[in-house]
C-alpha cells in the first residue's frame, strides 16, 4: 500500500499520515519531520534546509529526492509506506516515479485533504508540536492532557516557526504555485482521491479508510 497525501500546509496531512500508519502497520514519511529532525541535530542537511523552511519556501528539489529514494528502499518499506509533504513539486513526482518504477511499483493512492485557505490560518495559529519527538497537537481540536506538555514523552510544546501567520501565507502561496499542480498529475495517473479535510479529524479518517479499505 504506497500513499501520498496531499494537502495545503495545515490540511491535516501528518494528523491522518500518522493514523494511516497505525492502522495499516506501514512507515510514515515525513518530510518536513526528516528536515527538523536534522536541525534539531546541527547536520549539515539541517543547516541547509532551515534557511528555506524559517521562509516559508522549499527546500531545493536535489536536497530532498535521494533522500526519499534511499527511504523507500529500506526494507520496511515492503509492505508500503504513506509519504507526507513529499512529492512536493512536478520534478519531485518524476523522480518518485522513476524510482518506483526501477523497483516495479507505482503509487497506489494520492489523497488529497481539501481544505479551503482561511481554515488553515485559524488552524495553524492553534497548532502546537513537541521539540522532542515531533508529536502534533491542536489547542481546541486536539489538545495535549497537560497544557504545554507532550503526552507521549513529556517534552514541551512549542509553536513551530513557520507556523507565524506571515510565513503560513508565504507556504499558502508556495503550494498554490508548485504543489497544487501535483493534484493533476495524479488525476492523470488514475490514483488521485479527494477528501473533505474540514471535517472533524476522525470523520476525514473514516472516510480515508474508506477509500484504502480494510
Ligand atoms: P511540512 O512539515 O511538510 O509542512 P506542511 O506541508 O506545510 O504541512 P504541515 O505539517 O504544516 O501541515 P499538515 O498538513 O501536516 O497538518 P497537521 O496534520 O499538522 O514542511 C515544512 C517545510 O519543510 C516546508 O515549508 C518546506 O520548506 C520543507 N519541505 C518539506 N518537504 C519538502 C519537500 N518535499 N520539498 C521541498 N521542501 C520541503 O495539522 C495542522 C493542525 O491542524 C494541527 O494542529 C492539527 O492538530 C489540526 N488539525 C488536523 N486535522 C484537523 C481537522 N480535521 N480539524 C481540526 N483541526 C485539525
Ligand atoms: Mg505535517
Redesign the pocket.
Known amino acids: 500500500m504506497r500513499i501520498i497525501?496531499l494537502?495545503?500546509?495545515?490540511?491535516?496531512?501528518?494528523?491522518?499520515?500518522k493514523k494511516i500508519a497505525d492502522k495499516y502497520g506501514i512507515p510514515h514519511i515525513?518530510?518536513?519531520?526528516i528536515?527538523?529532525a536534522n536541525i534539531k541535530a546541527g547536520t549539515e542537511l539541517g543547516k541547509k534546509?532551515k534557511a528555506?523552511?524559517d521562509q516559508?519556501?522549499?527546500?531545493?528539489?536535489e536536497l530532498?529526492v535521494d533522500l526519499?529514494a534511499d527511504r523507500v528502499k529500506q526494507p520496511d518499506c515492503e509492505k508500503g509506506y504513506v509519504l507526507?509533504?513529499?512529492?512536493?513539486?512536478i520534478p519531485?513526482a518524476e523522480s518518485l516515479d522513476q524510482v518506483l518504477s526501477s523497483m516495479g511499483q507505482e503509487i497506489g493512492f494520492a489523497i488529497n485533504?481539501e481544505v479551503p485557505d482561511e481554515h488553515i490560518v485559524r488552524?495553524?495559529s492553534?497548532?502546537?508540536a513537541c521539540v522532542g519527538c515531533g508529536a502534533?497537537?491542536?489547542v481546541v481540536?486536539?489538545p495535549s492532557k497537560k497544557e504545554g506538555v507532550c503526552d507521549r514523552c513529556g517534552e514541551p510544546l512549542i509553536l513551530?516557526d513557520?507556523?507565524k501567520p506571515e510565513t503560513v501565507e508565504k507556504?499558502l502561496s508556495?503550494?498554490h504555485e508548485q504543489t497544487q499542480p501535483l493534484i493533476d498529475y495524479y488525476s492523470g495517473k488514475g490514483c488521485l482521491k479527494e477528501v473533505d479535510?474540514?471535517?472533524?479529524?476522525e470523520e476525514?479518517f473514516t472516510d480515508i479508510c474508506a477509500i484504502l479499505g480494510e
Open positions: 497525501m494537502g495545503a500546509p495545515g490540511a491535516g496531512k501528518g494528523t491522518q499520515a515525513s518530510t518536513g519531520d528536515f527538523r534546509a528555506y523552511m516559508g519556501a522549499l527546500v531545493p528539489d530532498v526519499v507526507d509533504g513529499f512529492p512536493r513539486t519531485q485533504v488552524r495553524m492553534g497548532r502546537r502534533t497537537y491542536h481540536h486536539a513551530r513557520d507556523d507556504r508556495v503550494y479535510g474540514t471535517k472533524d479529524m476525514v
